[in-house]
C-alpha cells in the first residue's frame, strides 16, 4: 500500500540553522507529493507541493524536491526562525484510487533564540 | 475568512455517550475528509466523501458514522463513545487532491 515514512522527532535547532526533515515514500506510479506545516492550537496548512518527478516545491524560503530514484521529499530551509516552530507533516497523494491523502507521523521542530 | 470550520472546538464526553462533531466549507468543493491526529502516528483517515451523496470507509472507519447532508457540510458522529476515541479530529476539503486540502482547526474530544 501506499506509505510515508518521516524521521523521528523531535528536531531541535538554534535560529539561523540549517534545516533538513526527511521524507521517504512508498507508492505505486508517481505520486503527487506534499509538506503540511500545524502551527499549535491550529490546523494543518498546505507549506509546498510536487506533482511530477524533479519538480521542487518552495515557500516560504522551505523546499522540496522530489527524487523519484530516492522515492524522498525532503524539506530544507537554509536559515530557520523562531517563527518556523511547529509540526511539519508529509504527505502523498496516489494515482490510482480516491483523491485522498495519506499522511507521515509527522516532525516536531523547535526552534530556539 | 473562506475556509473550513469545525464546531466545536473541545468536547468532554463519558463512555458511551454521544455526539456529532459538525464541519462546513464555502468554498464550493467537491470532496471533504475526516481525519483523527494521535500523537507519534500522523493523520488517520477515518471516512471521506469524494462529492455530494457520496460517503467511503478510510483507515480506521470502527465507532464512526458520516452524513454528507449538501455540498458544504460533512458531519462526523460517535455512536457510543470509547477513550480510544480521545483524539483531535480534523475536518479538510478538497476541490481536487492534487491542489492540496483545506483543514479546519479541528475538535479535541476527550472521552473519559
Known amino acids: 500500500g501506499n506509505s510515508v515514512t518521516q524521521m523521528e522527532g523531535p528536531v531541535t535547532l538554534s535560529e539561523e540553522a540549517f534545516l533538513t526533515i526527511n521524507c521517504t515514500y512508498t507508492?505505486?506510479?508517481?505520486?503527487?507529493l506534499f509538506w503540511y506545516v500545524q502551527y499549535p492550537g491550529e490546523g494543518l496548512q498546505l507549506l509546498l507541493k510536487?506533482?511530477?518527478?524533479?519538480d521542487k516545491g518552495s515557500n516560504k524560503g522551505f523546499e522540496a524536491t522530489y527524487r523519484k530514484e530516492t522515492t524522498s521529499f525532503h524539506l530544507e530551509k537554509g536559515s530557520v526562525q523562531v517563527s518556523d516552530s511547529a509540526v511539519y507533516f508529509c504527505a502523498l497523494r496516489a494515482l490510482q484510487g480516491a483523491q485522498k491523502l495519506v499522511f507521515g507521523q509527522g516532525t516536531r521542530l523547535t526552534i530556539n533564540p | 475568512n473562506a475556509g473550513v470550520t469545525q464546531t466545536p472546538k473541545f468536547q468532554v464526553l463519558k463512555t458511551g455517550q454521544s455526539m456529532t462533531l459538525q464541519c462546513a466549507q464555502d468554498m464550493n468543493h467537491n470532496s471533504m475528509y475526516w481525519y483523527r491526529q494521535d500523537p507519534g502516528m500522523g493523520l488517520r483517515l477515518i471516512y471521506y466523501?469524494?462529492?455530494?451523496?457520496?460517503?467511503d470507509k478510510g483507515e480506521v472507519p470502527n465507532g464512526y458514522n458520516v452524513s454528507r447532508l449538501n455540498k458544504r457540510e460533512f458531519s462526523l458522529r460517535l455512536e457510543s463513545a470509547a477513550p480510544s476515541q480521545t483524539s483531535v479530529y480534523f475536518c479538510a476539503s478538497s476541490e481536487e487532491a492534487v491542489y492540496g486540502y483545506t483543514f479546519g482547526s479541528g475538535t479535541r474530544l476527550t472521552v473519559v
Open positions: 466523501s469524494a462529492s455530494e451523496g457520496t460517503t
Open positions: 510536487a506533482t511530477k518527478a524533479d
Open positions: 507508492a505505486t506510479g508517481y505520486p503527487s
